[in-house]
């Protein structure tokens, strides 16, 4: 007589984690909906929307908005350090309940995702992945500027895309984190591992987006920008709007390599700043060269050696933001605009450069 033991085997499926997002507002009535309606029109909606306000001056105009549009709202008063500052309160509040592996997406109010975004954003969370960043582009108008604009960040997602999609910047547009890694970066922030305060954002950077992306790196895991998760920011629409943000964006860079120090993490991208530098040498010494040229010679001489290196310049200028459009691809033949534009970036690099080593106060200017 024989005895048949079944044998039940239960399949347990891995937990899906939670996702919440944060949107830090100040004074955002106008806009504040449509970024809540973006959200909640994702083909992975989040599973709770929180906007975050801290010193309005609106008469609530923001909460209430926030609140009609279907967000949950947490109302901050007093607290000191700007959008990190607001965040970091928030993180404090919102963490103690949600596990390692839930994801944290933090939003700026300005901003309207594509619907895609958090599904890829989650899909591409693997790996030692700790963050994944948007590869953002520029909204429409704002003249010859604006499209100068444009340009350069079609040419930034360019980059992304060719270098396997890693990010470079943690764009603070958009951004989704793993829980567990913003609470090892708070943790080595108080041991001391990390500088920057005590807390997940450094309240001590200009730039705190860049900082956040070297305090990921730095605990050992990668950062990733997927094509798929686009979002769209605001082009500054004068000149001193735009060298106002892009002071801010190169001082805070320089700030946070001279605090980090020359390590396996921030070793590109001291190189890319001293490549910066070189470039803007290189390009200040052509123009000298050829104002002295057409003052001692009269006119510029043709090598075809020089033209056809010239020839190839364009080329590569001109594929870079072929998906932009015909007018930036125009843009880009002409050349000449975007050498002016060019020069406007190195006047801000030696200007954030001047400033740093002359340790000049460091300011934060809203644009």
Partial sequence: ??????????????????????????????????????????????????????????????????????????????????????????????????????????????????PGFVEHAAAAMRRKVGAVGGVFYGEPGGGLLGQLQRMEYQRYAWEIARSGNRAVVLTG???????????????????????????????????????????????????????????????????????????????????NLRDYGLTKVTAPYFGKQLMMGAGALAFGLYLTFVALQLVYVGALGVNPFWTAIGAVFVVEKVVSVWRAGWRARLLASVLVVELAYDLFQHAVYFRALTDLALRREERWIAT
């Fill in 173 to 255: 547009t958009a951004s989704l984190f793993r829980v567990r890694v913003l609470r090892e970066i708070k943790a080595a922030r108080i041991a001391g591992r990390l500088g920057g305060g005590t807390s997940y954002y450094s309240l001590a950077s200009l730039t705190e987006d860049d900082e956040i992306t070297k305090a990921v790196k730095t605990l050992g895991y990668r950062t990733m920008s997927p094509a798929a998760c686009t979002v769209t920011t605001e082009v500054m629409t004068t000149l001193p709007a735009l060298w106002n943000q892009r002071l801010r964006w190169q001082r805070g860079a320089l700030e």
């Fill in 1 to 114: 007589m024989s005895t048949a033991t079944e044998t039940t085997i239960t399949l347990v499926r891995p937990r899906v984690p939670r996702i919440i997002a944060l949107i830090p507002a100040r004074n955002e009535g106008e806009r504040i909906a449509a970024a809540v309606a973006g959200l909640q029109a994702q083909t992975r909606v989040p599973d709770e929307i929180v906007t975050v306000t801290n010193n309005c001056t609106d008469d609530y105009a923001t909460a209430r908005t926030a609140r009609d549009a279907g967000s949950a709202v947490l109302d901050l008063h007093g607290v000191k350090g700007k959008k990190a500052g607001a965040l970091n309160t928030a993180l404090d509040e919102v963490l103690d309940e949600f596990d390692d592996q839930d994801l944290i997406l933090i939003q700026d109010a300005d901003t309207v995702l594509v």
